[in-house]
């Protein structure tokens, strides 16, 4: 276990488990449970009653049911209102016991976030910060790897032995040749690789070795 238990659940991926209701992303209420029980065994939680014995709360007008989770001997607690469908409190008297139960599940779930985990889904985030860190950088297109293997070969038949200025060079040609409507205007991140190799071609066809002077 780490040092700090609200690391070690904050970098939990829950990114696979993550469903989606009405605009809002939530992780469902037995997999936060699991992943918390998993590393902590003795976690347990509450369902805090009203004075009558309820499992919820009420002033009246609305409702709402208040949770708590302890991990690691801290108990973080949780007060959710009980909502419909599209997240608006429901009048009490028209709540049912269904809501009830389903507003309990999610304020334990908004209970584990605050032990940390799922927490980035709450932010807004993808994925957990240890796993962002991790992500791999984006694959090299085949257009990109084209224009990368032509560099070389075009700084030897240009006798440029800088490949910054190489880079500059095939810029400034390109505006060039789409100004004479030679290739069409196609940004270097847009081009397939056959717009690549239409490219290349056109600046061996209409430029020397000299011009890169």
């Known amino acids: 276990m780490a040092d700090n238990y609200f690391v070690e659940l904050f970098g939990v991926n829950v990114s696979d488990k993550i469903e989606k209701k009405n605009g809002l992303s939530y992780v469902s209420w037995p997999y936060a449970w699991a992943e918390v029980k998993k590393r902590y065994p003795d976690a347990n939680y509450r369902i805090y009653e009203n004075a009558n014995g309820w499992f919820y709360h009420t002033d009246g007008k609305t409702c709402w049911v208040k949770t708590g989770l302890t991990v690691n001997g801290i108990e973080h607690i949780e007060m959710l209102p009980v909502m419909d469908f599209k997240n608006r ?115 061996y066809a209409n430029y020397k070795p000299g011009d890169a002077a």
Request: charged share 30%; glycine share 6%.
């Open 89 to 203: 409190s429901i009048p009490a008297d028209q709540v049912t016991s269904t809501d009830v139960n389903k507003a309990i599940q999610r304020s334990l779930t908004k209970a584990a976030a605050r032990h940390g985990i799922g927490l980035y889904v709450y932010a807004g985030e993808d994925l957990p910060e240890c796993e962002a860190e991790k992500k791999p950088e984006e694959k090299e297109t085949q257009t990109q790897a084209f224009l990368r293997k032509s560099i070389p070969l075009m700084m030897k038949a240009f006798g440029v032995d800088d490949e910054g200025k190489m880079k500059k060079l095939i810029a400034n040609w390109k505006t060039a040749l789409v100004a004479g409507g030679v290739i069409p205007n196609i940004r270097f991140e847009d081009m397939t690789v056959r717009q690549a190799e239409e490219l290349v071609e056109a600046i």
